[in-house]
């Protein structure tokens, strides 16, 4: 079965701190699919990175940075510099053969200015 | 380029009614899956379809169903409203194949009383 844990269920910083938001997770499949999204308060979903198991190399775009560690089953996100506009609910989710995503419980990430 | 549409954005029913949800998908998306997401929690897949055929479900009752019209467009149904249906219902759109992004819709948020 597939899984994935965010344990930080709140993160709260001040503008400018930078801000990693961990994601655990787990299956037996060895083809699979990582991603992130975020869910402002409107409520839609909004795609951030993909990165298939293949690939391990992290990513930087602007001021989002991912870190992917097979050997630890991680996939975390990382906001350098962070702004009030990027408050919001992130959500890591894990894609294998099947079609469907499964999803973490989010983090709600407050920026305070 | 239209995103993700869902209509209606709102509905309020009642215990026992019925409710119709629409979909329509991106712009060359061929596949449409829907996802229940209920109050501070991650969004949980109810069914996937491709070639209007249900291909993949999530552990739904019966009482969803849904369907996949010649254009790709989608209804999600659901009888007998329980209070715990209560949720936001999304949308999203993607090209076959596993390795592709799912895009959301805004969602419809559905309050059963």
């Known amino acids: 079965a597939q899984k994935v844990t965010q344990a930080q269920t709140e993160i709260s910083v001040v503008e400018k701190e930078d801000v990693t938001l961990d994601c655990v997770y787990e299956?037996?499949?060895?083809?699979?699919?990582l991603f992130w999204y975020k869910q402002p308060p409107s409520g839609e979903l909004v795609f951030l990175i993909r990165?298939?198991?293949?690939?391990?190399q992290n990513e930087i775009s602007g001021r989002y940075s991912w870190n992917f560690q097979k050997s630890t089953s991680s996939f975390n996100f990382t906001i350098t510099a962070s702004q009030v506009v990027d408050s919001a609910v992130y959500f890591c989710?894990?894609?294998?053969?099947?079609?469907?995503?499964?999803f973490g419980q989010g983090t709600r990430l407050t920026i305070n200015p | 380029d239209a995103g993700v549409t869902q209509s209606p954005t709102h509905l309020i029913k009642t215990r026992g009614q019925q409710v119709t949800l629409r979909c329509s998908p991106k712009?060359?998306?061929?596949?449409v899956s829907w996802y229940q997401q209920a109050l501070g929690q991650g969004p949980q897949f109810i069914f996937q379809?491709?070639?209007?055929?249900?291909?993949q479900r999530g552990n739904f009752p019966d009482r969803f169903s849904g369907h996949q019209f010649p254009n790709y467009s989608s209804e999600l149904n659901v009888n007998a409203l329980l209070l715990g249906d209560s949720a936001l219902y999304l949308c999203?759109?993607?090209?076959?194949?596993?390795?592709?992004?799912?895009?959301f819709g805004p969602g419809t948020r559905l309050t059963v009383l």
């Open positions: 999203a759109s993607s090209p076959s194949g596993a390795y592709n992004e799912q895009f």
């Open positions: 299956t037996r499949d060895t083809t699979y699919y």
């Open positions: 989710a894990l894609k294998t053969g099947a079609q469907k995503l499964v």
């Open positions: 990165r298939n198991s293949f690939d391990e």
């Open positions: 379809y491709y070639e209007e055929e249900e291909r």
């Open positions: 712009s060359g998306h061929d596949t």
